[in-house]
């Protein structure tokens, strides 16, 4: 019985592998448009996808970044400034695709931008940081696809919407936890609205990588400015022991964050070539090997997992 069931997932998986292997035709003349391309996941995705030949559209929050990557990829890749918190320069940069893809249409969109807030408790945080996450997270990659969706319809499309285990496990970072699971929500109900119109959406859910969001030195920087500014009566709660254990505990997992960014984009490559892309991809064997076998674990094991090893704070009872 075992030998045959282990045929079978053999099977399985061989037929996926082959399956997925099959990449789309005429790449050459397909636009994808990415959107937080100065750094990280964004910017190698750019020159990933300018090598492989495809016609990138790549949205910079700031003109050096634009430039920077201009200067590293061929003449095919163009850019434009986007701030996705604007509603002005999201329609600016709609027109902006549509006067380049004309009827052909926008065969993908890439919404990668993102920011993260400070790395500590979520009692710590400001309400304008919940809003500003939400804002850049959430609102902002809604209202992009929302406005270059017509262009994606036309071309029978792919999006792809880069999310975070963090949206699939959440234990700390509470409003990007919420941002990202929002991403799935929003990505889940938009699949299932668009098939009848052959448009793909895929989800790609990284684990820790480092990239500009996980610097260490800004990072734990970040951490330190929160603690002097929340009120005294939440600094007695919790106690300097306390947020000690809780740095150092932050600093040894930005330490321990991949540096292999193609893990990433491989993923995102793969949802936008692929004839048969994936619905979710779990990037890093931190993702595919603890965070997302913890999301099926009972709620009451995964937090016990999870918070087995957290500091008490000084008021704890």
């Not at 989800?203 to 005294?232: C, H, N």
């Not at 004839?275 to 913890?294: E, K, N």
Request: net charge positive.
């Amino acid at each position: 019985m075992w030998l045959y069931l282990a045929a079978l997932v053999g099977l399985y998986y061989l037929l996926r592998w082959y399956r997925e292997r099959q990449v789309v035709s005429d790449l050459r003349d397909k636009y994808v448009f990415i959107t937080g391309c100065d750094s990280g996941f964004g910017n190698l995705l750019a020159r990933q996808l300018d090598l492989r030949g495809l016609r990138v559209l790549a949205a910079c929050l700031t003109e050096k970044g634009a430039e920077q990557l201009r200067d590293q990829t061929s003449d095919r890749l163009e850019t434009v400034i986007l701030d996705v918190t604007k509603t002005e320069s999201i329609s600016a940069a709609t027109e902006w695709v549509k006067e380049r893809v004309g009827d052909r249409g926008l065969w993908g969109l890439v919404n990668n931008a993102g920011i993260f807030h400070p790395l500590c408790c979520t009692e710590w945080l400001k309400i304008e940081t919940y809003v500003d996450v939400l804002k850049v997270n959430l609102i902002g990659l809604m209202e992009v696809t929302l406005s270059m969706l017509p262009l994606v319809r036309k071309a029978q499309g792919r999006i792809v919407n880069v999310s975070s285990i963090l949206g699939r496990v959440a234990f700390f970072g509470g409003v990007y936890c919420s941002s990202k699971y929002g991403v799935e929500a929003f990505s889940d109900v938009l699949r299932r609205e668009l098939q009848h119109f052959r448009v793909k959406i895929s989800i790609v859910e990284p684990g820790y990588f480092r990239t500009g969001m996980t610097d260490l030195l800004w990072s734990l920087g970040r951490i330190k400015q929160a603690w002097e500014e929340v009120p005294s009566h939440i600094k007695e709660a919790y106690g300097q022991k306390f947020f000690d254990a809780h740095h150092n505990g932050v600093k040894q997992g930005l330490l321990r964050c991949s540096t292999n960014l193609n893990l990433v984009t491989d993923c995102m490559e793969h949802a936008l070539i692929s004839v048969h892309p994936r619905t979710r991809y779990s990037a890093g064997w931190d993702s595919q090997f603890f965070f997302i076998p913890l999301s099926y674990l009972p709620t009451s094991l995964a937090d016990y997992i999870l918070t087995r090893s957290w500091p008490k704070p000084a008021q704890a009872v």
